[in-house]
């Protein structure tokens, strides 16, 4: 009996302190759609709370003020897929294309657009456990310049001047340089539950410590004597330290972060981001506004509900591409015939803010 109760007691001690590992196979893919939503002045009651074992942090009180989708596309069905041959992911909202590549042991930022790093930046360490640590970089992510005519244009625009720059030393300035490095510190310090609007999660939460250096230098001719030519450092280069919090899952509701907070150097919490991917949320706590109905194999009508005003409605197809734009007001009928078997997604607007958005799927 003895012996029984021992293991009983050592099940109940496991159990009460069982961690979750989150592996690549637990996040976004190409095809996933993520709902994000900010909360940019979260009330007192939300904070990252403290590390270790069996945390509960409740961030049920957040509000929505803002949000948008976030699309999962293919890299290769985007204008720049060409700069990213090492790109497996991208996440589109409708604006940024914003290039990953996903592995078994980390996320790496490659670029946004046609803005491509030089060097890949690590934006999530994998697999993640209690106690996982990382610090990636210094990395290289911007080193570029700008030479030619248009160099003494620029630094007008800021204000600036050959002469203001080298003290006086040299009188023409003719290239540009910008480098920028970006050092990076992951810990998993906690592990726990997290309650959001959309449901209670177990979870880690990832501190994520970040550092970025921006230098700008100009080189300068001393047209006069020679002496004064060389590169000279201007003001605008400068130091960037964020604190943020991230808390992630292995439940199939989320795919992404949990939440994201940004923090003060006192983990004040300056503004959350959470997902809201859960059918449960949004069918109890923000129920859809529009009905679609499949009128037949070629056609589809949306219903908006009378208490919504809205501008437009867009449709895209999964690699972001825009296939469709029309006005919208309560009702319409959308001809599909000349769009190709897939997913497509539908975001209504007012004023060019989603209201909502639909994943819809023509066979």
């Not at 904070?47 to 976030?70: C, E, H, K, M, R």
């Not at 009188?171 to 540009?176: E, G, K, L, S």
């Not at 510190?185 to 609007?197: C, E, S």
Request: proline share 4%; charged share 15%.
């Amino acid at each position: 009996m003895k012996i029984y109760l021992l293991i009983i007691t050592l099940l109940i001690f496991h159990c009460s302190f069982a961690q979750i590992t989150i592996t690549d196979n637990d996040l976004i893919s190409v095809g996933d759609i993520i709902e994000q939503v900010d909360d940019i002045s979260p009330n007192s009651a939300i904070n990252v709370g403290s590390p270790g074992a069996n945390q509960l942090w409740d961030f049920s009180s957040l509000q929505i003020l803002g949000s948008y989708t976030q699309q999962c596309i293919d890299p290769s069905t985007t204008p720049f897929s060409i700069s990213y041959p090492n790109s497996n992911l991208c996440m589109y909202d409708g604006m940024e294309h914003v290039f990953l590549n996903k592995t078994a042991l980390k996320i790496e930022l490659l670029g946004i657009d046609d803005s491509v790093f030089a060097d890949p930046v690590v934006v999530l360490p994998l697999p993640l456990s209690y106690g996982t640590s990382l610090t990636d970089g210094p990395v290289t992510f911007v080193d570029s310049s700008i030479s030619g005519p248009f160099v003494e244009l620029i630094l007008a625009t800021y204000g600036f001047s050959a002469g203001l720059i080298s003290g006086f030393a040299a009188h023409v300035a003719d290239t540009i340089s910008v480098s920028g490095d970006i050092e990076t510190k992951f810990l998993v310090d906690a592990y726990g539950t997290m309650q959001l609007p959309m449901g209670s999660y177990d979870c880690l939460r990832l501190k994520i410590e970040r550092n970025s250096t921006t230098n700008i230098q100009v080189h300068c001719i001393d047209t006069i004597s020679g002496s004064g030519t060389g590169w000279y450092q201007i003001p605008f280069s400068d130091f960037e330290e964020d604190i943020s919090y991230q808390w992630w899952t292995n439940n199939p509701d989320s795919r992404f972060f949990l939440a994201e907070a940004y923090v003060d150097s006192s983990d004040n919490v300056l503004d959350v981001t959470f997902t809201n991917n859960s059918s449960s949320f949004a069918n109890n706590q923000s129920k859809s506004n529009f009905s679609i109905q499949i009128i037949d194999d070629k056609s589809i009508e949306i219903i908006a509900s009378s208490d919504i005003s809205l501008n437009s409605l867009r449709i895209y197809d999964i690699s972001g591409r825009l296939v469709m734009e029309n006005s919208f007001n309560n009702n319409i009928k959308i001809d599909t015939k000349s769009f190709k078997r897939g997913t497509y997604i539908m975001n209504f607007y007012t004023n060019e803010n989603i209201v909502e958005s639909k994943k819809i799927l023509v066979q």
